[in-house]
């Protein structure tokens, strides 16, 4: 069934807010458990959307793709952590970080159960078809952030539990990588290897997520296809 603009917008939006906010959510949640209570002073342990979202990335630049390239990216305002306040800064940061790509592989497992239960009707109306692409969606979208922040490319999320494992006197220039980040990931995009990486391990945390709730990828990947249309 093809989805007009208002409708496509939508199915990839809601997953997208949803995906953000639960990620920084879950950050805040698990550094405030270890002692830093910095993101709940700043309003931030919440899954109040507005509270995480970030004018460019959960806004415009979401908005900018479903227009020109048919399918949503986006990102919402760091949780900040002070390390000073954790128990024990090296070892709690791995815990920390991995929260957020961890909510994000649950969410996409939520998201194929959701598209299970919409599927198992005998007969689809309107609002079933537009539930299994928002789950389609949702899959794909978490599947990437899940995928995509455990890189260990600094500031990604990988790259704290790296820094928690390395010792202090390779953590430490590691940790210096940080300014040059998003030109080594926006390198690495337009020269292809970032594709050549992320593709082959998304594919198989989709598998995964579609295995656990009864589904079949294939069937997930044809309806990625229609609603990137």
Known sequence: MPLDPIAQFTVWVIP???????????H??????????????????????IKHIDMLGTIV???AMVLLAGFVFGWAKPVPIDW???????????????????????????W????RFAASFDELNTAL??????????????????VLNLLPIPPLDGSRIVSGVLPTRMAIPYSKLEPYGFFIIVGLFFIGFLGQILNPLIESVIH???????L?????????WIIRQ
């Open 61 to 63: 630049i979401p908005t």
């Open 84 to 110: 000073r306040k954790l128990k024990n800064a090296k070892k709690n940061m791995i815990p920390i970080a991995f929260a957020g790509p961890f909510s994000n592989l649950l969410m996409g497992i939520f």
């Open 216 to 224: 079949d990828a294939t069937q997930i990947n044809g309806l990625l």
């Open 28 to 49: 805040a949640y698990v550094a405030n458990y270890y002692g830093d209570n910095t993101a709940k002073m700043l309003g931030r342990l919440t899954l109040n959307p």
């Open 16 to 26: 997208v807010l949803f995906a953000v906010t639960v990620h920084e959510a879950a």
């Open 208 to 214: 995964m997520s579609t295995y656990l709730s009864g």
């Open 112 to 115: 194929a159960l959701t598209l």
């Open 129 to 146: 078809w537009f539930v299994i692409y928002m789950a389609s969606a949702g899959i794909y979208i978490n599947t990437i952030l899940f």
